[in-house]
């Protein structure tokens, strides 16, 4: 990477996920979050109302030039992390610019605060779309469902995990049509769009699989047993536990990435902006991390990868000055996917 010019250590973000409520509430902690608002009752409960979905159809062709909206998928619901807006299971393609037969094609997955929307002028639209585009590959912006911010709060109740690998079948479908590269599908997301990393160890789930994936703050594990078990000292994991899991009655599917690494597991870079800890945490320590996109989830991947693989295809960098610099946090991208294309 290039020089990056210092700047301050980042303030904890809050999300609306689960996990930060855990820990507040284990602690006893209240405090607020960025908004000014109280975060206990900020992290849920949920809204998981449907809203109108779209009807799935086959693409006639790739557009001749920027990009079209597909539907992939027929549900809609209001997201809770963008104020309840209706979304629905769609995305924008944007065609490889030399209209080839068969590009590759790049799939990004926002984070949480936003939709697939890359507005023009946006430093992530500059960091992702362009790169991607200058190397020949097609990119789609997915519009998609979390497990914990879009499950339903009832035990038992549904929990909306396979909704990338879908997204990628969908496309993966309609290759020709779209003149993609079904060979060549990689995965780039940050935050809630690393789901992409868990869905890239499912090759079952999607067909074919995922030839390497890019996450920027990627939470690879959503299992409370192993955020206690990897991060917390052992004297708190039962007081986190008890508090996780009765906040959070669908917790055993959420999905662990770590836990399903194999041989077969496709080239990963992990990012994070704020250096590795290291060592176990108490719960009070933990509050002054940013538990949801806690750099030692990279390293805890990479083990597995190192466990499962002869030469393990998984490497982090955990450093302070990439906040909020789309443009240094994702330098490189595309040069990494480009090492790991089917040719």
């Known amino acids: 990477m290039t020089s990056i010019p210092a700047v301050p250590r980042p303030a904890r973000t809050h999300m609306a996920w689960l996990l930060a409520a855990a820990l507040l509430a284990a602690c006893g902690g209240g405090g607020n979050d960025d908004n000014g608002t109280a975060a206990a009752t900020a992290l849920g409960p949920f809204s998981t109302a449907s809203a109108p979905g779209c009807q799935p159809d ?15 998928g027929a549900e809609g619901w209001h997201e809770p992390t963008l104020d309840d807006k209706a979304l629905q299971q769609n995305l924008d393609f944007y065609p490889a610019p030399a209209q ?20 023009e002028g946006s430093a992530l639209r500059r960091a992702l779309l362009p790169p991607a585009r200058d190397a020949g590959y097609a990119f789609a912006s997915l519009e998609f469902r979390h497990p914990v911010t879009n499950a339903s709060p009832e035990p038992g109740g549904p929990v909306p995990h396979t909704d990338i690998a879908q997204a990628l079948n969908y496309l993966v479908t309609h290759a020709q049509a779209l003149r993609i590269d079904p060979r060549n599908i990689f995965l780039v997301g940050q935050s809630r769009g690393t789901l992409g990393v868990w869905t890239a ?5 999607t067909s074919p699989a995922v030839r390497a994936v890019f996450a920027v703050n990627a939470q690879t594990s959503y299992r409370g047993e192993d955020f206690a078990q990897w991060f917390l000292v052992q004297p708190h994991h039962e007081l986190f536990l008890q508090t996780f899991h ?3 009655p669908n917790a055993d599917r959420y999905g662990s990435a770590v836990r399903d690494v194999t041989r077969q597991a496709p080239p990963i870079q992990l990012r ?46 955990a450093d302070a000055r990439l906040h909020d610099h789309p443009a240094l946090a994702y330098e490189g991208y595309v040069q990494f996917f480009d090492r790991h294309r089917a040719r």
């Open 272 to 317: 994070y902006d704020s250096p590795v800890v290291g060592r176990p945490l108490t719960l009070t320590q933990m509050q002054q991390q940013d538990a949801l996109h806690y750099p030692d989830f990279g390293p805890a991947l990479c083990n597995a990868y190192a466990a499962a693989q002869a030469t393990a295809s998984c490497s982090y960098v």
């Open 58 to 72: 086959a693409p006639r062709a790739a557009p001749a030039q920027d990009f079209i909206t597909l539907c992939w």
């Open 201 to 205: 160890m499912q090759p079952v789930s």
């Open 100 to 119: 080839l037969a068969a590009a590759p094609l790049i799939v990004w997955a926002h984070p949480n605060g936003m939709s697939k929307e890359l507005p």
């Open 246 to 248: 009765g906040r959070n």
